[in-house]
Structure formats: C-alpha cells, structure tokens
Nanobody, 122 residues
Framework: VQLQASGGGVVQTGGSLNLSCVAS????????MGWYRQAPGKEREYVGA????????YYADAVKGRFAISRDNAKNTLYLRMTSLKPEDTAVYYC????????????????WGQGTQVTVSS
C-alpha cells in the first residue's frame, strides 16, 4: 500500500492542525494504521494507532487528550486531529500501516508515508 501524508504547516502554540494520510494500492480495511513523529536529532516516536475498522484507537501519553486519530474507510484516509499544540510537538509526522496491529505500536510497520512537517511556534 502507498501512503501519502499531508496537512502539515506552521501553527502557534495552542493552535490546531489536521493531518491526513491517503492510502492507495491495496484494500485500506486490510490495515491497522498509526501515526509517528520524528523531531530533529531525536528518534522516531509513536503517536497513536487505530484499528482497521476505527473502533479502537490508542495514544502515546504525550498526546493523550490533545490528539485524535480517525479514519474514513470509504475515502481510504487516515486522520490526525491535533489540538492544544505545543512547541515540543514540532516534528515530521509519518503515517504507517500494517496488517497486524503490534507492528503499528512498536514502529515496525510494513508501510510508511513520506512525512509531513509540523512546526509549532512559541
């Protein structure tokens, strides 16, 4: 499956941003999906994950209560709604996909998008 992330940009502290990730090439509902991020000089960090059918989602403690993951299987699209943004949320955000759930949790997902830059100014 090919993944194309978009929606990044520059936003002020406390602002909001919506990311999207469009999947193509294979049946979207075959995949559990996730979001990761990588800040300059840091390792890639898990943000959250969502079941293939959207019925369950999981979040890293750093974003819990501020970020929301959703998916529209009819549109083959994964979303990340980010609110109350902080400067430490600045990173390149990546979407990821795997037919098994645990690789989405631990960073070993099979498929990755190209990333979209999110910058939160203070």
């Amino acid at each position: 499956v090919q993944l194309q992330a978009s929606g990044g940009g520059v936003v002020q502290t406390g602002g909001s941003l919506n990311l999207s990730c469009v999947a193509s090439g294979q049946r979207f509902t075959d995949f559990h999906m996730g979001w990761y991020r990588q800040a300059p000089g840091k390792e890639r960090e898990y943000v959250g994950a969502i079941y293939w059918n959207g019925q369950k989602s999981y979040y890293a403690d750093a974003v819990k209560g501020r970020f929301a993951i959703s998916r529209d299987n009819a549109k083959n699209t994964l979303y990340l709604r980010m609110t109350s943004l902080k400067p430490e949320d600045t990173a390149v955000y990546y979407c990821a996909a795997d037919m098994n759930l645990y690789p989405v949790f631990d960073g070993r997902a099979t498929y990755w998008g190209q990333g979209t830059q999110v910058t939160v100014s203070s």
